[in-house]
T-cell receptor
Framework: AQTVTQSQPEMSVQEAETVTLSCTYDTSESDYYLFWYKQPPSRQMILVIRQEAYKQQNATENRFSVNFQKAAKSFSLKISDSQLGDAAMYFCAYSSNAGGTSYGKLTFGQGTILTVHP | DGGITQSPKYLFRKEGQNVTLSCEQNLNHDAMYWYRQDPGQGLRLIYY???????QKGDIAEGYSVSREKKESFPLTVTSAQKNPTAFYLC????????????FGDGTRLSIL
């Protein structure tokens, strides 16, 4: 079974600075997807960024980028120019691209609470 | 607008009572999922369904039941066998394209009276 680990329960950053959230995962599969979701106090789950394992290029979405290290099974999220609205719980998640009934399920890490200081 | 609607937003359960959480989507998605979130924790998969009239147990299915009679609807019943049901429940859906992420509803908060 796949596991996802976020080793930083809490992180903080000054507004306009850069912060990196860590995520490692364990899998024996070679084809999968990785996601970062944001959960603000409203508790909505908002997709931040997505990475396909067979793509070597790191995904980027505006101020959000990832550092995907497939061999090390590491998938960190970098937030540049942090804004007050970035304050939330961030979850790393894994989804298998294998066939059968298992695909599409998300396995989540424990989450990292990000605080942004003005 | 297309999306996922969960109701009610808040729900209270008495001891020995079954309660049902509603999840409806108008995204024409085939797959639907139920997750449970405990305070300060990540989401854990309860049940999922990839097509109508078929569903699979997730990691923590004990004490829960589901049905998938219509593509748009995937209700979750929390039975009296679930001894610790207090949690936040999130429903999600996804289309056939595996590259697409799951879309989430706004959740239901279930508490014990």
């Amino acid at each position: 079974a796949q596991t996802v680990t976020q080793s930083q329960p809490e992180m903080s950053v000054q507004e306009a600075e850069t912060v990196t959230l860590s995520c490692t995962y364990d899998t024996s599969e070679s084809d999968y997807y990785l996601f970062w979701y944001k959960q603000p106090p409203s508790r909505q789950m908002i997709l931040v960024i997505r990475q396909e394992a067979y793509k070597q290029q790191n995904a980027t979405e505006n101020r959000f980028s990832v550092n995907f290290q497939k061999a090390a099974k590491s998938f960190s999220l970098k937030i540049s120019d942090s804004q007050l609205g970035d304050a939330a719980m961030y979850f790393c998640a894994y989804s298998s691209n294998a066939g059968g009934t298992s695909y599409g399920k998300l396995t989540f890490g424990q989450g990292t609470i990000l605080t942004v200081h003005p | 607008d297309g999306g996922i609607t969960q109701s009610p937003k808040y729900l209270f359960r008495k001891e020995g009572q079954n309660v049902t959480l509603s999840c409806e989507q108008n995204l024409n998605h085939d797959a639907m999922y139920w997750y449970r979130q405990d305070p300060g924790q990540g989401l854990r998969l309860i049940y999922y369904s990839q097509i109508v009239n078929d569903f699979q147990k997730g990691d923590i299915a004990e004490g829960y039941s589901v049905s998938r009679e219509k593509k748009e609807s995937f209700p979750l019943t929390v039975t009296s066998a679930q001894k610790n049901p207090t949690a936040f429940y999130l429903c999600a859906s996804r289309g056939r394209d595996r590259r697409q992420p799951q879309h989430f509803g706004d959740g239901t908060r279930l508490s014990i009276l």
